[in-house]
C-alpha cells in the first residue's frame, strides 16, 4: 500500500485479556520494526524483521510479548495476560533496506489502553 | 553503541522566533542521521535526513546540517509558527547491517501565538 497501516486504532482491554496488534508495511520493504511509546516518553524499540532472517527480539520487555511476521509481509504483535503497564501507543515501521538507511516510514500507531 | 543525544524539553516560543534543537551522537563508521517529527495525536513523519557528512537536509523551513568533526545535527527554522508544535526526534541510522536505528528521546515544541 502506500504507507504502513496499522488496526486497530485504538484498543481498550482488561487486565489479563490477550491482545493482537496489526502492521501492514509499504509492498516491497523488506525491513519491518515494532516500536512503544508511553505517554510522554520517547521510543523503545521492541522487535526487528528482516526479510527471511531471525527477527532481533532484543527489546521485547517479558515473554508476554511476542511477534511474527507472515510471507515477508504483514506482522502481528501479541501481547499476552496485558498489565496496566502495557497502555502505550504501539508504533511500526518499514524501511526498504537494512538498518533503515533511507529513513523508516511510520505507521499512525495503535494506543493501547490496559483497564 | 550508537546513541542519540538531544536537548532538554519541553521548549516555549512564540511565534515567528527563531529554532535550535541540539542534537549530537555517538556511532561508528558513518551513519545516516534524521529528524521525525509527531505532531500532537499522530504518528511520527521523517521530517528530514542527510546521509554523509556536510550535508544539508531541509523540508518545511527546517534545516539541519550533518557535521561530523562536532557529531551533530542540530535542527533549526529562522521562524516558527503555531503549527510547528509537535515533539522532534532526533535519530540515525547506523552503518552496519541489522537493526541499528536510534532515537533521541525527543524534544517537545510548544509555539505559543
Known sequence: GAGVSQSPSNKVTEKGKDVELRCDPISGHTALYWYRQSLGQGLEFLIYFQGNSAPDKSGLPSDRFSAERTGGSVSTLTIQRTQQEDSAVYLCASSLVSGGKGGYTFGSGTRLTVV | ?113
Open chain 2, 1 to 113: 553503541g550508537n546513541s542519540v543525544t538531544q536537548m532538554e524539553g519541553p521548549v516555549t516560543l512564540s511565534e515567528e522566533a527563531f529554532l535550535t534543537i541540539n542534537c549530537t551522537y555517538t556511532a561508528t563508521g558513518y551513519p545516516s542521521l534524521f529528524w521525525y517529527v509527531q505532531y500532537p495525536g499522530e504518528g511520527l513523519q521523517l521530517l528530514l535526513k542527510a546521509t554523509k557528512a556536510d550535508d544539508k537536509g531541509s523540508n518545511k523551513g527546517f534545516e539541519a546540517t550533518y557535521r561530523k568533526e562536532t557529531t551533530s545535527f542540530h535542527l533549526e527554522k529562522g521562524s516558527v509558527q503555531v503549527s510547528d508544535s509537535a515533539v522532534y526526534f532526533c535519530a540515525l541510522s547506523g552503518s552496519d547491517y541489522g537493526q541499528n536505528f536510534v532515537f533521541g528521546p525527543g524534544t517537545r515544541l510548544s509555539v505559543l501565538p
